[in-house]
């Protein structure tokens, strides 16, 4: 199954706020940003409005590569949410972007127990209902 034929089944959706309104507008086109602080020179994830190194208010948005590595993982055999049910098992992974920042999502396309620290994994996508893409993570393969 592709991530995109997970998008018939209900999931959680994020809401989109004032500050996160950039990101799921890029996501609309299949890019990951991520948030700068040109105070600092430094990468802030998850998407706020003030930076956790100098409080500065002034960002940049800068594409992702959309490369990483697992940092540390678990694999959910009780649904998160109500819409994750008919999904479980799944897993739930902290990714370390090529960036310096760690993001939570899922890595999809392999069996769950597959996924372990230090995988390499890449971009992937699942459509939601409203065309916003959800970012996910696929095994980087040779």
Do not use: K
């Not at 500050?19 to 890029?26: G, K, V």
């Not at 996501?27 to 940003?33: A, E, H, Q």
């Not at 990714?95 to 995988?119: D, F, K, Q, T, W």
């Amino acid at each position: 199954m592709t991530a995109d034929q997970g998008a018939a089944r209900r999931r959680f959706e994020p809401e989109v706020t004032e500050h996160t309104q950039p990101f799921w507008d890029a996501t609309r086109d299949r890019r990951l940003v991520i948030q700068w602080c040109p105070g600092c020179n430094a990468p802030v994830w998850y998407p706020r409005e003030t930076c956790p190194g100098c409080l500065g208010s002034e960002y940049e948005w800068r594409e992702s590569t959309g490369s990483g590595t697992v940092d540390a993982v678990t694999v959910m055999h009780r649904p998160g949410s109500p819409g994750m049910a008919e999904m479980v098992p799944y897993t739930v992974a902290m990714i370390e972007l090529a960036e310096g920042v760690r993001m939570m999502s899922n890595v999809v396309g392999c069996e769950p127990y597959e996924v372990a620290p230090g995988m390499a994994v890449r971009l992937t996508w699942e459509t939601l209902s409203d065309g916003r893409n959800l970012p996910l993570f696929e095994p980087a393969r040779p």
